[in-house]
């Protein structure tokens, strides 16, 4: 009898030794890589709206970018280039020089060579409110990149209230908590929050780009017009 006990038990830790699992041998499944896209397109139906406020702020940018550095670009010299014009009595080349130059600066210039005559009052006035229309002109548009920069962060993050909102409504309905549904559905929902974030800060600094520039050019327009008005204000003009 002992030795029958004694065989069924090598017989079992036999078999228990030959089933035993390798840690070696346990199969994890494959870590899935990230893709960029692919995070995008699980923001959901917000990302849609985030796409149309970043495509519209980029096109904003390129097209006041392009102009406002060519009304700079046009602005070289123009004043010295009048005021030697003034000074040798050839007012209507003058006025043709600041015409054809095509910029800011020049239409301002002309606006106050066509009233030399008139009382120095009237031809501030004329160039004050030329320099208000011109630089009105440069700003068009501007103010919808700091729209953009306030609404593209409140909109991500109205995308992720959403889906959160979303994931407990569905652990609702299966009266049950699962950590792993949960945190999907968490980090994919945060994707909005963070597009959002990113095209407001990119269009926050694109609007003060801008700015920077149009106020770069509003100091030249005053400073020349300033030095214009002294100009004819000098005895003998």
């Given at each position: 009898m002992n030795t029958l006990l004694l065989t069924a038990i090598d017989t079992l830790n036999q078999v228990l030794d030959s089933n035993q699992i390798n840690p070696n041998q346990i199969s994890t499944p494959p870590?899935?890589?990230?893709?960029?896209?692919?995070?995008?397109?699980?923001?959901?139906?917000?990302m849609i709206p985030l796409a149309l406020l970043a495509f519209l702020g980029l096109v904003i940018f390129i097209e006041r970018y392009l102009t406002i550095r060519k009304a700079?670009?046009?602005?070289?010299?123009?004043?010295?280039?009048?005021?030697?014009?003034?000074?040798?009595?050839?007012?209507?080349?003058?006025?043709?020089?600041?015409?054809?130059?095509k910029s800011p600066l020049g239409r301002m210039l002309e606006k106050g060579l066509k009233r030399i005559g008139r009382p120095i009052k009237d031809i501030e006035g004329a160039i004050e409110n030329t320099g208000k229309l011109e630089v009105s002109k440069l700003?068009?548009?501007?103010?919808?990149?700091?729209?953009?920069?306030?609404?593209a962060p409140m909109l991500g993050f109205v995308g992720t209230i959403i889906g959160v909102i979303t994931i407990f409504h569905d652990v609702s309905l299966k009266g049950e908590i699962e950590i792993g549904t949960i945190s999907g559905g968490l980090y994919t929902k945060m994707i909005t929050s963070a597009t959002g974030l990113i095209i407001g800060i990119v269009a926050y600094v694109l609007y003060h780009i801008l700015n920077m520039m149009v106020e770069?050019?509003?100091?030249?327009?005053e400073t020349d017009a300033i030095e214009f008005i002294d100009l004819l204000e000098e005895p003998g003009k």
């Open positions: 870590a899935q890589d990230i893709h960029f896209i692919d995070l995008l397109l699980k923001g959901g139906w917000v700079s670009k046009d602005e070289s010299n123009l004043m010295f280039q009048t005021k030697q014009l003034i000074h040798e009595g050839r007012l209507d080349s003058a006025i043709a020089l600041c015409r054809n130059n700003e068009k548009n501007i103010g919808i990149l700091g729209i953009i920069a306030g609404i770069k050019i509003i100091l030249k327009m």
